[in-house]
């Protein structure tokens, strides 16, 4: 089946959509029909649930009985929207979950293989930019004896600068600088930069440890439940 299923892809690499075959565009279009078919009882259901909801009002103890009622009805739709949406991503979710796995080992092996070379070409660009600058510098020593013009030394020094475009039959590269942030000492950085560990906090917090600056308070949140 797996098989099946990847030479079916294989086949349409590169088509354009006017290209696929009609029938996979047909089947499609009935696929989402059916669903919408199928979902229709839920809309109407959650709409009259949502009407309700917004025209609530709890002032007394009858009427918070009559809201848990209707929440216990939407929690209900809920669960059904749910199952019904399951139902249709957990096979697929399996379906890509396998495809992922059959295809790791050879883009483990591929992105190894790519990270060598370019690993090698980024140490051989090192190298010659070090040279360079070496080489730079006794340009314009020269220069500033008088022993070179500039514009001689402009091109002694156009000339030993590494190139940065490399083109073959296969592809081409070009190297490039970019720039990263590195943390010397993380007592220097101000406190504007600095980001609270809030899941640390709240675990320390509601074990009883005070913590300077925190406070426990206490909320009121709703369970509700279907029967």
């Given at each position: 089946?797996?098989?099946?299923?990847?030479?079916?892809?294989?086949?349409?690499v590169?088509?354009?959509?006017?290209q696929?075959?009609?029938?996979l565009?047909?089947?499609?279009?009935?696929?989402?029909?059916?669903?919408?078919k199928?979902?229709a009882?839920f809309?109407t259901?959650?709409s009259k649930a949502e009407?309700a909801?917004?025209?609530?009002?709890?002032?007394?103890?009858?009427?918070?009985?009559g809201?848990?009622?209707?929440?216990?009805?939407?929690?209900?739709v809920?669960?059904a929207?749910?199952q019904?949406?399951?139902s249709?991503?957990?096979?697929?979710n399996?379906a890509l979950?396998?495809v992922?796995?059959?295809?790791a080992?050879?883009?483990k092996?591929?992105?190894?293989?790519?990270?060598?070379v370019k690993?090698?070409?980024?140490?051989y660009?090192?190298?010659?930019?070090?040279?360079a600058?070496?080489?730079t510098?006794?340009?314009e020593?020269k220069?500033?004896?008088?022993?070179?013009?500039?514009?001689?030394?402009?091109?002694r020094?156009?000339a030993?600068?590494?190139?940065?475009?490399?083109?073959a039959?296969s592809?081409?590269?070009?190297?490039r600088?970019k720039k990263?942030?590195?943390?010397?000492n993380?007592?220097l950085?101000?406190r504007?930069?600095?980001?609270?560990?809030m899941?640390k906090?709240?675990?320390v917090?509601?074990?009883?440890?005070?913590?300077?600056?925190v406070?426990?308070?206490?909320?009121q949140?709703v369970?509700?439940?279907?029967k």
């Open positions: 089946m797996a098989k099946n299923t990847i030479g079916k892809w294989l086949s349409n590169g088509r354009s959509r006017a696929r075959p009609k029938r565009l047909n089947k499609k279009i009935m696929e989402n029909a059916n669903l919408t199928e979902l009882p809309k259901t959650i009407t909801a917004t025209a609530l009002q709890i002032k007394t103890v009858d009427d918070l009985t809201a848990t009622e209707l929440l216990g009805k939407i929690k209900t809920g669960k929207i749910t019904k949406k399951e249709i991503t957990k096979p697929v399996e979950k396998n992922r796995a059959f295809f080992p050879l883009e092996q591929w992105w190894n293989a790519e990270k060598i690993d090698k070409m980024i140490n660009q090192n190298d010659q930019i070090a040279k600058a070496k080489e510098e006794k340009i020593d220069v500033e004896k008088g022993k070179l013009t500039f514009g001689k030394a402009a091109e020094i156009e030993v600068t590494p190139q940065k475009n490399v083109v039959n592809g081409a590269i070009q190297f600088t990263e942030v590195v943390i010397d993380e007592m950085i101000p504007e930069y600095l980001i609270l560990d899941i906090i709240r675990k917090a509601l074990a009883g440890v005070n913590i300077p600056g406070r426990v308070i206490e909320k949140t369970a509700g439940i279907t």
